[in-house]
């Protein structure tokens, strides 16, 4: 008698390995090939090219304002090294700058770069080092007045070496953290990256001489073995930035 074939199980179909593999190629770094590894599993990657987002950091505001609502409709906004423009995407969205949210305040955003941006639908972008010493003037030119958030992804490039890219992405924070307090409307919030690492008292005490709350935040969107986190300081208490100098 012939055995009958068994009911053939679907039950974990698509559900036994969902994990890209890529293979090291001739002349590829090992450590690239982990990269490429995890940007192609990376959720979030997957998500933002669905949304419409240049990259996977546009998360990191996303969820950093879901919390502290800064982003509201009618807000002007400085997003400094803003490429690829993550960042000013979701801004723009939230501050309504292109008055697709009908009896809101329109926002603006205006993003700066050392390098030329692709054109952001809503936004105003210009190729410019926010370190040079007329770029406060130049921004608020731009903007018609002061900003009511200032925010900063940046990151210096790296070296290699942790402590040292530690220090050099504080010292970048503090520069941003200095032409905000140039350019930011009273009440106003600033948001920036910086890395864990020990060398942050500084800046902590500096903002939280100049705004009425500062916070840090690793987002949900950053990466679980980076260092990474965000300062969020909010209740700009106006003045200049060399007040405490006088």
Same mark, same amino acid.
């Given at each position: 008698?012939?055995?009958?074939?068994?009911?053939?199980?679907?039950?974990?179909?698509?559900?036994?390995?969902? /994990?890209?593999?890529?293979?090291?190629?001739?002349?590829?770094?090992?450590?690239? /090939?982990? @990269?490429?590894?995890?940007?192609?599993?990376?959720?979030?990657?997957?998500?933002?090219?669905?949304?419409?987002?240049?990259?996977?950091?546009?998360?990191?505001?996303?969820?950093?304002?879901?919390?502290?609502?800064?982003?509201?409709?009618?807000?002007?906004?400085?997003?400094?090294?803003?490429?690829?423009?993550? @960042?000013?995407? $979701?801004? $723009?969205?939230?501050?309504?700058?292109?008055?697709?949210?009908?009896?809101?305040?329109?926002?603006?955003?205006?993003? $700066?770069?050392?390098?030329?941006?692709?054109?952001?639908?809503?936004?105003?972008?210009?190729?410019?080092?926010?370190?040079?010493?007329?770029?406060? #003037?130049?921004?608020?030119? @731009?903007?018609?007045?002061?900003?009511?958030?200032?925010?900063?992804?940046?990151?210096?490039?790296?070296?290699?070496?942790?402590?040292?890219?530690?220090?050099? #992405?504080?010292?970048?924070?503090?520069?941003?953290?200095?032409?905000?307090?140039?350019?930011?409307?009273?009440?106003?919030?600033?948001?920036?990256?910086?890395?864990?690492?020990?060398?942050?008292?500084?800046?902590?005490?500096?903002?939280?001489?100049?705004?009425?709350?500062? $916070?840090?935040?690793?987002?949900?969107?950053?990466?679980?073995?980076?260092?990474?986190?965000?300062?969020?300081? /909010?209740?700009?208490?106006?003045?200049?930035?060399?007040?405490?100098?006088?």
């Amino acid at each position: 008698m012939a055995k009958k074939p068994g009911k053939k199980n679907t039950s974990g179909r698509g559900q036994r390995d969902l /994990t890209v593999k890529v293979k090291t190629a001739r002349g590829r770094k090992l450590s690239s /090939t982990l @990269w490429l590894q995890r940007q192609l599993n990376d959720p979030y990657v997957k998500r933002a090219q669905a949304e419409g987002y240049r990259g996977r950091a546009a998360f990191k505001i996303l969820e950093i304002d879901d919390k502290f609502r800064f982003l509201v409709p009618g807000a002007r906004v400085v997003d400094l090294g803003c490429a690829p423009g993550g @960042w000013c995407q $979701v801004a $723009v969205k939230r501050v309504n700058a292109l008055g697709e949210k009908k009896g809101k305040k329109i926002g603006t955003i205006l993003g $700066v770069d050392l390098q030329e941006v692709e054109p952001i639908a809503g936004a105003e972008t210009h190729q410019l080092d926010f370190m040079e010493d007329d770029a406060d #003037i130049k921004v608020k030119e @731009w903007l018609g007045g002061k900003a009511d958030v200032v925010m900063s992804d940046m990151a210096a490039a790296s070296s290699g070496h942790k402590q040292t890219d530690h220090l050099r #992405i504080i010292a970048l924070c503090e520069a941003a953290a200095y032409f905000a307090f140039d350019v930011l409307e009273e009440g106003g919030t600033f948001v920036a990256k910086v890395l864990a690492g020990g060398a942050e008292g500084e800046l902590q005490k500096l903002l939280k001489q100049k705004f009425t709350k500062v $916070v840090n935040m690793k987002p949900p969107a950053s990466r679980s073995d980076s260092s990474e986190k965000f300062v969020i300081a /909010t209740g700009f208490r106006g003045g200049r930035k060399d007040d405490e100098e006088e």
